[in-house]
């Protein structure tokens, strides 16, 4: 079975500029979440969407957004980058609404802005 | 305050030992569970072992295991025989039940390094 696939796994941005993620989950999977990942403020949430409808959301400011289609992929925007918004970003799908089953991470993509 | 804790920003252990890597959390919520994930430099965080805040016995997952001591809060990784391959950062996490989502919250990580 193939993983969580993320892409691109690099990009580099310059300030102003918009970014969207994308993400494959593990087939079958319902469930998908966004994670930033930063030296400072290490793994924090962002959003999550299940059946493609945003379940939950973290405290990030509206440049951040995503979304769900119905076979599960899933997309995040950034819109005007800033230096602060450079980080690794993961995507995590899970089979089950909730419980006991863990989140399978993406490679990530890693995001430079300059 | 900080749901998740880990005290170890490092910890050294030669191959072949075991080691013990620390979590404790906080949470009111009586239904949660705990999850340790692997971080190699390649960035994948790769899930290793789960326990249940209903769960009687400790989890275990091949050389994995989770010392759970919930009137402590603490839910301990312990790592036996140590592998040169272990080398990597090791997050601990929470999800609760009152959240009704997947969402984790992660601890700051603990950087392990296995010596030869």
């Known amino acids: 079975k193939a993983g969580v696939t993320q892409t691109p796994r690099y990009l580099i941005k310059t300030r102003g500029q918009q970014v969207t993620l994308s993400c494959s989950p593990i087939s079958g999977h319902r469930s998908v979440s966004w994670y930033q990942q930063t030296p400072g403020q290490g793994l924090q949430f962002l959003f999550e969407?299940?059946?493609?409808?945003?379940?939950n959301k973290g405290n990030f400011p509206g440049r951040f957004s995503g979304r769900q289609f119905s076979n599960s992929r899933s997309e995040m925007n950034v819109s005007t980058l800033e230096l602060g918004d450079s980080a690794l970003y993961l995507c995590?799908?899970?089979?089950?609404?909730?419980?006991?089953?863990?989140?399978?991470f993406g490679n990530g993509t890693r995001l430079t802005v300059t | 305050a900080q749901k998740i804790t880990q005290t170890q920003p490092g910890m050294f252990v030669q191959e072949k030992e075991a080691v013990t890597l620390d979590c404790t959390y906080d949470?009111?919520?009586?239904?949660?569970?705990l999850f340790w994930y692997k971080q190699p430099s390649s960035g994948e965080m790769i899930f290793l072992i789960y326990?249940?805040?209903?769960?009687?016995q400790n989890a275990t997952e091949g050389r994995y295991s989770l010392n759970f001591q919930k009137a402590r809060k603490s839910a301990n990784l312990v790592i036996s025989a140590s592998q040169l391959g272990d080398s990597a950062m090791y997050f601990c996490?929470?999800?609760?039940?009152?959240?009704?989502?997947?969402?984790?919250?992660f601890g700051k990580g603990t950087k392990l390094t296995v010596n030869p």
């Open positions: 969407y299940f059946s493609e409808t945003q379940r």
């Open positions: 949470t009111s919520d009586p239904s949660y569970g």
């Open positions: 326990q249940g805040s209903y769960d009687q």
């Open positions: 996490a929470m999800r609760e039940g009152r959240s009704g989502s997947e969402k984790l919250v």
């Open positions: 995590a799908s899970s089979q089950k609404a909730w419980g006991s089953s863990p989140l399978h």
